[in-house]
Each structure stands twice: as structure tokens, then as C-alpha cells.
């Protein structure tokens, strides 16, 4: 009997994948107060996370409680050296860790992530013990993490893992802060910067995000963590492996009609509001006129 019932599950499950077609290769959308699993594809498949890796670095640093008004100096440790990735942060410049969290949460600078895990107590080595703590802490049976900025392929993990991860960084408010702000502007050098979320969706009309990182590399393709609220109540959504950005904006955008039920809204029309200036927001404001 538990076996026809879960395979009844599962075939529910695949039907409701199939019935909104999806770019992203690796899907799972749980609603967070019932677990209650609302879409479904490949959640098992083992993948490259890219910079969805970040949310575990933010959460071993949070949990180090280390001072979060300390400069850090950014390295030529720091620069990436595998991806050759750009950065805006250049070699010499001195910021606040809290400044580093910010730009690798909601920029998802690789300097500032590698920065933090240098710093880390104990440096590197003391970096990648604790994440791996955190990781069997969390249950994540099926997560792998070398390095704190996702731009290694051998940092893994599977929908499902990533699902647990988001829960436990939900819980932390300075990721649900930074990781939402629309934009910022950090003290660079004694020059003013703006820097800007990666993920379209935040701040745009009729979207309420809770916590969001959004992640690339070659192998781990358009990847995307979120938690939504819709309908009212809140889910988290995983994509792993879209093939470009507008493949993975428009299947955040199906999803969450889907889960809302409201059909009375075409995917088009939202799409057209993300085209509008998105102000900063009040938590960016506050932390700026506290530093």
C-alpha cells in the first residue's frame, strides 16, 4: 500500500512538471509551512550549484559571529583564477566584511566570497571545515562544497539538498536583508560604487521575495534559489541549469503562477513590469546610514 501511494505521488508529481513545461533542468517548489511539495523535476540529479554556494559561505560566517565592522582587505588570493570571472572590486580594496557579505549575497561578487573564507578563522582550511560541519548539521546528504564562491564544478548538490539549504538561510535576517536589496552602494576606495542584484526579479512590481541568490557557471548553467510569497504563503523554489537567464526569469515567472493560481495574469504582462527602475531598498538605506 505505501508503495502505490508513493508512486501514485511521484506520478502526480511528474504530471504537474509536464504540465508547465520548464527551461530549468533541475526544479523543486516546496511550500515552506506544510513541506507540501508543489512542482518537481529531477530534484535528485546531483549538479553544479555555482554561486548558490555563497548561501552556505554567508551562513559559516554568520555563525562564526565575527565582527562584522572589521576591514578586510581584498587579495590576489581573491581573484578567480579558474573562471577568469570580472569583479568590481579591485585588488588593494579595503571594505567592511559586512560590506564583503553584501556584495557576495546580492552582487554575488567572487572576490568578496573568496575574501571571506580567507579571513575565515583559520583561513581556507578552517573555511572548509566548517562548511562541511554545517553541511552534515543540515542533513544534506547529497552536497558538496569546495570552495566559498560556487565557480568550481566539484561544488554539488541536488534540488532537494538545496531546499534544506534555503530553510536554513531564511532563518538568518542578515541574508534575508542582503540577499533581497535591489541595489546598494558601497565605499570603494573612498569612491561611492552601486552595485546591483543579480536577480531581475527583486524589487520588481508584484513580487515578494524573502531571500534570493541566483547562480552561473558553463557547467552548473542559470541557477536559482527563491523564496516566494504567493497566494499567502510562502514557498521556496529551486531551478538548476536553465540555459540562459530569460529561460530561467520566465520559469520563476510560470511558477509562481502556477502556485498562485491566478490565471487571470499572462506571464507577458508581468514580465513588462521587471522593465521598471526598481528603487533601493529601506534595509540598504538603514545599513548605509549606520556605517
Same mark, same amino acid.
Given at each position: 500500500?505505501?508503495? @502505490?501511494?508513493?508512486?501514485?505521488? &511521484?506520478? =502526480?508529481?511528474?504530471?504537474?512538471?509536464?504540465? #508547465?513545461?520548464?527551461?530549468?533542468?533541475? *526544479?523543486? *517548489? *516546496?511550500?515552506?509551512?506544510?513541506?507540501?511539495?508543489?512542482?518537481?523535476?529531477?530534484?535528485?540529479?546531483?549538479?553544479?550549484?555555482?554561486?548558490?554556494?555563497? &548561501?552556505?559561505?554567508?551562513?559559516? +560566517?554568520?555563525?562564526?559571529?565575527?565582527?562584522?565592522?572589521?576591514?578586510?582587505?581584498?587579495?590576489?588570493?581573491?581573484?578567480?583564477? $579558474?573562471?577568469?570571472?570580472?569583479?568590481?572590486?579591485?585588488?588593494?580594496?579595503?571594505?567592511?566584511?559586512?560590506?564583503?557579505?553584501?556584495?557576495? &549575497?546580492?552582487? =554575488?561578487?567572487?572576490?568578496?566570497?573568496?575574501?571571506?573564507?580567507?579571513?575565515?578563522?583559520?583561513?581556507?582550511?578552517?573555511?572548509?571545515?566548517?562548511?562541511?560541519?554545517?553541511?552534515?548539521?543540515?542533513?544534506?546528504?547529497?552536497?558538496?562544497?569546495?570552495?566559498?564562491?560556487?565557480?568550481?564544478?566539484?561544488?554539488? =548538490?541536488?534540488? =532537494?539538498? #538545496? +531546499? /534544506?539549504?534555503?530553510?536554513?538561510?531564511? /532563518?538568518?535576517? !542578515?541574508?534575508?536583508?542582503?540577499?533581497?536589496?535591489?541595489?546598494? !552602494?558601497?565605499?570603494?576606495?573612498?569612491? @561611492? +560604487?552601486?552595485?546591483?542584484?543579480?536577480?531581475? $526579479?527583486? %524589487?520588481?512590481?508584484?513580487?515578494?521575495?524573502?531571500?534570493?541568490?541566483? %547562480?552561473?557557471?558553463?557547467?552548473?548553467?542559470?541557477?536559482?534559489?527563491?523564496?516566494?510569497?504567493?497566494?499567502?504563503?510562502?514557498?521556496?523554489?529551486?531551478? $538548476?541549469?536553465? %540555459?540562459?537567464?530569460?529561460?530561467?526569469?520566465?520559469?520563476? $515567472?510560470?511558477?509562481?503562477?502556477?502556485?498562485?493560481?491566478?490565471?487571470?495574469?499572462?506571464?507577458?504582462?508581468?514580465?513588462?513590469?521587471?522593465?521598471?527602475?526598481?528603487?533601493?531598498?529601506?534595509?540598504?538605506?538603514?545599513?548605509?546610514?549606520?556605517?
Amino acid at each position: 500500500m505505501i508503495k @502505490k501511494t508513493v508512486a501514485a505521488l &511521484l506520478m =502526480s508529481l511528474s504530471a504537474a512538471a509536464m504540465a #508547465l513545461p520548464l527551461g530549468s533542468q533541475n *526544479v523543486l *517548489v *516546496v511550500e515552506d509551512d506544510t513541506g507540501k511539495v508543489l512542482l518537481e523535476k529531477n530534484a535528485t540529479a546531483q549538479v553544479p550549484i555555482a554561486s548558490l554556494t555563497k &548561501l552556505m559561505t554567508a551562513m559559516v +560566517v554568520l555563525d562564526a559571529k565575527l565582527d562584522m565592522k572589521e576591514t578586510i582587505n581584498i587579495d590576489r588570493a581573491d581573484v578567480d583564477v $579558474l573562471k577568469h570571472s570580472q569583479s568590481r572590486v579591485p585588488v588593494g580594496a579595503a571594505i567592511s566584511r559586512a560590506d564583503a557579505l553584501q556584495l557576495a &549575497l546580492m552582487s =554575488s561578487d567572487n572576490r568578496a566570497a573568496a575574501a571571506l573564507a580567507r579571513t575565515f578563522p583559520g583561513g581556507q582550511a578552517g573555511f572548509k571545515r566548517a562548511v562541511d560541519v554545517k553541511i552534515k548539521s543540515l542533513g544534506l546528504t547529497n552536497t558538496v562544497i569546495e570552495e566559498p564562491t560556487g565557480l568550481s564544478p566539484h561544488n554539488r =548538490s541536488t534540488a =532537494s539538498d #538545496l +531546499v /534544506k539549504m534555503a530553510n536554513a538561510a531564511s /532563518k538568518y535576517d !542578515t541574508i534575508r536583508d542582503m540577499s533581497t536589496d535591489s541595489k546598494d !552602494t558601497i565605499n570603494i576606495n573612498g569612491r @561611492k +560604487v552601486e552595485y546591483r542584484n543579480t536577480n531581475r $526579479l527583486v %524589487g520588481a512590481k508584484g513580487w515578494d521575495i524573502g531571500m534570493s541568490k541566483t %547562480g552561473y557557471t558553463e557547467e552548473a548553467g542559470r541557477c536559482l534559489i527563491m523564496r516566494i510569497k504567493s497566494a499567502g504563503k510562502y514557498s521556496t523554489m529551486v531551478l $538548476l541549469n536553465a %540555459g540562459a537567464s530569460s529561460a530561467r526569469l520566465m520559469d520563476a $515567472l510560470k511558477i509562481r503562477k502556477y502556485i498562485s493560481g491566478d490565471e487571470e495574469k499572462p506571464v507577458k504582462r508581468v514580465k513588462q513590469s521587471l522593465r521598471k527602475k526598481a528603487p533601493a531598498s529601506k534595509a540598504a538605506t538603514k545599513r548605509r546610514r549606520a556605517a
